[in-house]
């Protein structure tokens, strides 16, 4: 089967594509070196008007980049190109395969080279849709027919082994078909085999609804083979009708897979490709476990931020300890935040809030300025303040030095407002995310019971509030 | 003053409790507008609205979204460990703003944020309050 033979075409075609564009990318470089000997990307750079021809050329150049290649069937080929042309799903215009000379280095080229090398296993196979459904137009129908999941498979080799040598192929999803059909004996690097049979059992499932689904458009892939000899102008309006065919059919698993396609963390890849490429169709289990994993992975990174946030957090290992702990101190904050408008409720009322910008120094005022300004509108905390009546002042200071919890925060609370005034101008510089901690750090630098003090006023909250409760 | 006096309802709530919900309503307005661009800002901006206690018409649009409680499908098998988690989940979710709309990696999110937006305004309000007591405190002689 030509389709078979072909296995090494695209295998040694596309990492001479790859060869000449990823020279920036030595990653590129080893993986595809791996496959090809010495891939030549001059020599691609003729459009070639019989496919055979060209692939010899190629070939020739290459210098039989796997010990397997023999002559591959042209529309494999151009498959490769076109195939190409589907490697960067990114791209709106697909390259027709004998617009070979574009494939000469560009600086999108090895960008795209590099994007694709960070496809891990896991988007091969909806990356291999890409590449069966856009590249080949030009492929002949027999060859398109068999080759649908041959080609398929063939990319998924070049793919694999690609990731291979960028990821390791750790959880490569990538199917082996070529191992499990055992139609393609595709005599590549051993270990690539030896990596594709890993993903076999894996990649299967995927695979096999891929191939079954890209019978359908295996004819248009045929056609679009059997015409590339004969019309090259005929390539580029068909490759852009089956890449929309391919974005269309490839976009169907895009839902399913376009939020896990976080796979790419271990390279450097903007996550939008990802979503782009990482069209998988069908919700094989594979798919499905994967999705849950990399969704698992983004729980835990969540997990740890509020680690960071929570105190105390670090020390606990579990998830449910560590969410307890958080939720104790999301309740406990909202509570500080109850006890602190109450007490803010209790302050001698004689207090003309209106006048306190005067009462306050310069400094002073420039601290709390955007302290009163940002997050505390006090409109309505102001109108609670000027209310004088000698009773209510009473009350007010009796409620505060009644409950003896307050007394000590209201003691401590001298240094703590000693040293906001002492360090008044250095605090309107403090008013950011980090207040709490920069006022705390700030008095320890003034004084030395801040700890104490702010623990005792922790703790006084608490007591306050069962206090208020009361 | 007069106006504070007329709201007081002195029946149910003594003056200062009233103040107190007050302020704390002030402060929860503050903080609703503070992170404008976040989930439960955007949730709690629309509880207060709908209390009608936000001075002013803010542009929300009403999240669509159904509630999202914990789907049991958070892990594949659901063991009791998990059914504590998910506990612990929901509560967490009634205690941010909002949340009984978010999944989990959201939820996380806006928790993470929700809690730095508190911390902030205990720090704020407390320093309010201490330099409150302390012009109460020294007569403004500090000062």
Known sequence: MNCGESSELPHCFLNLNWDQSIDPNSQLDSALNSFVSSPAP????????????????????????????????????????????????????????????????????????????????RNYPGFMTQFDLTSIKDQRPEAGLLGGGQVTQLLDKSQLGFNNAVNGLDESSVSDPV??????????????????????????????QK????????????????????????????????????????????????KGKDTGTKLPEPPKDYIHVRARRGEATDSHSLAERVRREKISQRMKLLQDLVPGCNKVVGKAVMLDEIINYVQSLQRQVEFLSMKLATVNPQLDFNNLPSLLTKDMQQACAPLLNSSFPLDTSGSALPFTNSQQQANPLHFVSSSPSSVDPHNTMHPFFNAITDAASQLGAFWHDDLQNVVQMDIRQNQEEIPVSSQAFNGSIQQAHMKMEL | MENLLSNAS?????????????????????????????????????????????????????????????????????????????????????????????????????????????QEQVGVMRALACLLDGIESTDGDKL
């Open chain 1, 211 to 258: 191939v079954s689904e890209d019978k359908g458009s295996d004819t248009k892939r045929c056609k679009s083979v059997e015409s590339y000899g004969t019309q090259e102008e005929g390539i580029k309006p068909k490759s852009e009708p089956n890449g929309s065919v391919s974005t269309g059919t490839t976009e169907k698993g895009n839902g399913a897979k376009s």
């Open chain 1, 179 to 208: 191992s499990g059909s055992g139609q393609i004996g595709l005599p590549g690097p051993s270990d690539n085999g030896v990596r594709k049979r890993k993903a076999s059992a894996k990649g299967k499932g995927k695979e096999t």
């Open chain 1, 42 to 121: 001059n020599r691609i750079s003729q459009p070639e008007i019989s496919p055979q021809s060209h692939y010899v050329g190629t070939n020739g150049t290459i210098g039989t980049s796997t010990g397997s290649l023999t002559s591959p069937p042209p529309e494999l080929n151009l498959s490769m190109g076109g195939g190409r042309a589907g490697l960067m799903p990114m791209l709106p215009n697909l390259v027709p395969m004998n617009h070979i000379d574009q494939f000469q280095p560009d600086s999108g080229f090895s960008e795209r080279a590099a994007r694709l090398s960070c496809f891990d296993g």
């Open chain 2, 10 to 118: 002195p029946h149910s709530e003594t003056l200062i409790e009233e103040r107190g919900k007050r302020i704390k309503l002030a402060a929860e307005v503050g903080l609703a507008r503070s992170s404008g661009g976040r989930l439960w800002a955007r949730a709690l901006r629309r509880r207060l609205h709908r209390q009608r206690k936000l001075p002013q018409q803010t542009c929300i649009a009403k999240n669509s979204t159904p509630p999202l409680m914990k789907e049991v499908p958070l892990v594949a098998d659901v063991t009791e460990e998990k059914e504590e988690v998910q506990d612990r989940m929901r509560a967490l979710q009634r205690l941010v703003p909002g949340g009984e709309e978010m999944e989990v990696e959201r939820l996380f999110e806006e928790t993470a944020d929700y809690i730095e937006a508190l």
